[in-house]
T-cell receptor, first 110, second 114 residues
Framework: RKEVEQDPGPFNVPEGATVAFNCTYS??????FFWYRQDCRKEPKLLMS???SGNEDGRFTAQLNRASQYISLLIRDSKLSDSATYLC???????????FGTGTKLQVIP | DADVTQTPRNRITKTGKRIMLECSQT?????MYWYRQDPGLGLRLIYY???????NKGEISDGYSVSRQAQAKFSLSLESAIPNQTALYFC?????????????FGPGTRLTVL
C-alpha cells in the first residue's frame, strides 16, 4: 500500500460548485498533514496545514480523520483560478521526512 | 528575491554526462530536500539533509549523490546521466524549529537527458 494515496482525477466542475478531495495515509504515526497546490510546471505551494480540529481558510476547509487515516479538502464556490493539481502530504512520524500523494487535478469550467 | 533558488532552471544533456543541480536558500532553514517529479508518479524524495553533517537517502537515491556545502546550499549530482532521469527536479527546505514539516520549494529544474 502506498504511504499516501489520492484519486488522480481529473475533477471537472463548473464555476460555483463545491468539490471535495480525499487523501488516505498508511502511517498511523504521522504527525503533520498538508495540502499543497501546484500549478502546471510550477513548484508546489502550501495551501493549508491540516489540524486535528479541522481548519478553514475562506472557501477552503481541511479536515483530518485519524481513525480512518484520511485527510480531506473541501473547496466551496469554485473559481476558474482554483484549477490546479492538489497534493496531499504527511510526514513519516515524529515530524520527519514528508511523503506526497501523486496529486488530484482540478479543472473548473466556465 | 526568491527564498529558495535553483540553478539551472532548464538543462538538456546527453547520456553519460555528469550534471550538477544547485539549490540555495535564504530562509535560514536547517533541513533541505531534493525531489523529482514525473507525470503520474508525483513527487519522490531523492535525498534529504537535516543539517550540514546529516545526509540521508530517500526512496529513489540510486544514480544520484548530494553535497551539503553549507546550511544554505544543497547540490544534487547525476554522475552519469541516463534518459530515465529526465524529470522535473525540486529542491525544498523546512525548519525543524517550526514544529511542523512544511516544505518550501524552489522553482524547479527541468532536466532532459538525451
Amino acid at each position: 500500500r502506498k504511504e499516501v494515496e489520492q484519486d488522480p482525477g481529473p475533477f471537472n466542475v463548473p464555476e460555483g460548485a463545491t468539490v471535495a478531495f480525499n487523501c488516505t495515509y498508511s502511517n498511523s504515526a504521522s504527525q503533520s498533514f498538508f495540502w499543497y497546490r501546484q500549478d502546471c510546471r510550477k513548484e508546489p505551494k502550501l495551501l493549508m496545514s491540516v489540524y486535528s480540529s479541522g481548519n478553514e481558510d475562506g472557501r477552503f476547509t481541511a479536515q483530518l480523520n485519524r481513525a480512518s487515516q484520511y485527510i480531506s479538502l473541501l473547496i466551496r464556490d469554485s473559481k476558474l483560478s482554483d484549477s490546479a493539481t492538489y497534493l496531499c502530504a504527511t510526514d513519516s512520524g515524529g515530524y520527519q521526512k514528508v511523503t506526497f500523494g501523486t496529486g488530484t487535478k482540478l479543472q473548473v469550467i466556465p | 528575491d526568491a527564498d529558495v533558488t535553483q540553478t539551472p532552471r532548464n538543462r538538456i544533456t546527453k547520456t553519460g554526462k555528469r550534471i550538477m543541480l544547485e539549490c540555495s536558500q535564504t530562509k535560514g532553514h536547517d533541513r533541505m530536500y531534493w525531489y523529482r517529479q514525473d507525470p503520474g508518479l508525483g513527487l519522490r524524495l531523492i535525498y534529504y539533509s537535516f543539517d550540514v553533517k546529516d545526509i540521508n537517502k530517500g526512496e529513489i537515491s540510486d544514480g544520484y549523490s548530494v553535497s551539503r556545502q553549507a546550511q544554505a546550499k544543497f547540490s544534487l549530482s547525476l554522475e552519469s546521466a541516463i534518459p530515465n532521469q529526465t524529470a522535473l527536479y525540486f529542491c525544498a527546505t523546512s525548519d525543524s524549529a517550526g514544529g511542523s514539516n512544511e516544505q518550501f520549494f524552489g522553482p524547479g529544474t527541468r532536466l532532459t537527458v538525451l
